[in-house]
């Protein structure tokens, strides 16, 4: 880790870590992994993933407090098993050697947003979807917009692949990691 990484790693933990001992003993571990797409911050328990998400997603803080909420949990710069995982996993994703992540996802969610979820995990490596694709898929037609708020509520960047998700007409549609990244992100499990 550099330093102006590990900089931004207490900086982005500094917003999340206030107060936190008083809140339960659950402790959930926190870890900064580089990417070609820029730093991703990962929190996991021992076994279970909860959060990826790209460093400067404008909504990370947030995020983080409502799973803080959620789960009863201190979070804490650390090591786990899910986390040396995801690790693993994201540097052969990124050398294009892994097509599916299997490190285990402990999601939070609607039932919809579960069901999204599961679906565009499906999606094959390399090929995208349309939000309309997906909500015919679950037998909602008329649920594409519900689909794209599902997608934008997705915890798991890249793993849970909403950016393989485009418009029903082609085009490239929203991302919350930046639409730069989901066109690169699109054109890397094509080459």
Not at 45 to 62: C, I, P, V
Not at 120 to 148: C, E, H
Not at 149 to 157: E, G, L, P, R
Request: glycine letters at 8%; one cysteine or more.
């Amino acid at each position: 880790m550099t330093k102006k990484s590990l900089n931004d790693f207490k900086l982005v933990l500094s917003g999340i870590m206030d107060n936190a001992a008083n809140e339960s003993a659950n402790i959930l571990h926190a870890a900064w992994i580089e990417t070609p797409l820029g730093p991703m911050l990962a929190i996991a328990n021992e076994k279970s993933l909860f959060l990826l998400e790209f460093a400067d997603w404008h909504g990370l803080t947030k995020e983080i407090h409502c799973l803080r909420k959620e789960t009863h949990s201190v979070i804490l710069p650390g090591k786990s098993a899910a986390l040396t995982s995801i690790r693993n996993e994201l540097e052969h994703y990124f050398s294009g050697k892994l097509k599916n992540f299997k490190t285990p996802l402990r999601k939070v969610g609607t039932d919809f947003q579960n069901q999204v979820w599961t679906v565009t995990k499906k999606i094959p490596y390399g090929q995208t979807r349309s939000y309309y694709d997906i909500a015919m898929l679950l037998g909602k037609p008329s649920a594409f917009r519900a689909v794209a708020n599902a997608n934008s509520k997705n915890k798991f960047a890249i793993v849970i692949p909403c950016h393989r998700v485009i418009n029903h007409n082609g085009g490239i549609g929203g991302y919350g990691g930046g639409i730069p990244r989901k066109k690169w992100l699109i054109e890397h499990e094509l080459s």
